[in-house]
DNA sequence: AGATAAAAAGGTATTAATATCATTTTAAAT
DNA sequence: ATTTAAAATGATATTAATACCTTTTTATCT
């Protein structure tokens, strides 16, 4: 098993994309994305389409419309986008799967999986969206894959 | 998402199970364990024929029959069991879902990536199946539901 | 106003994960 | 030898994740 979703996984690499993108201003298509992050078209249009609606990215329609991201949105932590996406199992639920495990009635694993939750909701949570726009376009880094 | 797949989940909370509850020699049977972790049996049943066959765990078939531990499983690493269920994506894959990310070619979250699956690792690879058989004898722990 | 280009929406298809059921094999007890 | 209790096997069912397709809405441009 992955940490995120497929859906996830797709969707913070293509809002890593439109941030780099579109930081001049301009909006991108979704075609532009699919391809430039490796992903099915009509399963990121979805994703997408869902991610505009919680308000994580912006999208305009018609004619040189697109995706683009406004100045808070490239603040937002890449929490924000699993939250949105896979909800906040991953850094809430018991890793064993029970419903009932907590500090009162831990499992085996609580304490250990506790750290493990935390290390990764401080990772996301200190991490913007806009983050990488430099590293993405001197090419250091790749969203291809 | 969670961590783990439901396979692995109840995998794991049976291998504890089976354990505890084998400590003193005897067999125990699929009924009683899935009652004692909440699991589906037939499912369950699914799982621990695979880790016996993997050789995570023990079997004996007939009357008296059951699952049971020896010595060196009881001592094996968390980690054997994740990587029979699982497989060891969760350890080695990208976190973004990029097959080509590598030290040198790096997705924008490698190194963040890098150290969080190094610490689900250690925690696992450092925890043996046997551990926890104290306080599941005296109730500080629970498995169920 | 009409044509066009884009995302949004809604519905369908495929695949993988989860769950269940029926039959077979094995070993012990009588 | 027969019965019985257990896991092993094989087949099927259900559900959720992933992927795809078609139509509709919105905005721009001529």
Known sequence: MAIFSKTCEYGIRAVFFIAHKTANGNRIGIKEIANGISSPEPFLAKILQDLSRKGIIQSFKGPHGGFYLDESSLSRPLSDIVEA??????????????????????????????????????????TTIGAFNNELLTGIFSLKK
Not at 91 to 112: T, V
Request: a neutral charge; one cysteine or more; charged letters at 25%.
């Open 85 to 126: 996406v896979d909800g906040d199992s991953l850094f809430k639920d018991c890793g064993l799967g029970l419903k009932a495990c907590s500090e009162i009635n831990p499992c085996p694993l609580h304490n250990q999986f506790k750290e493990i939750r935390n290390n990764i909701y401080k990772m996301l949570n200190s």
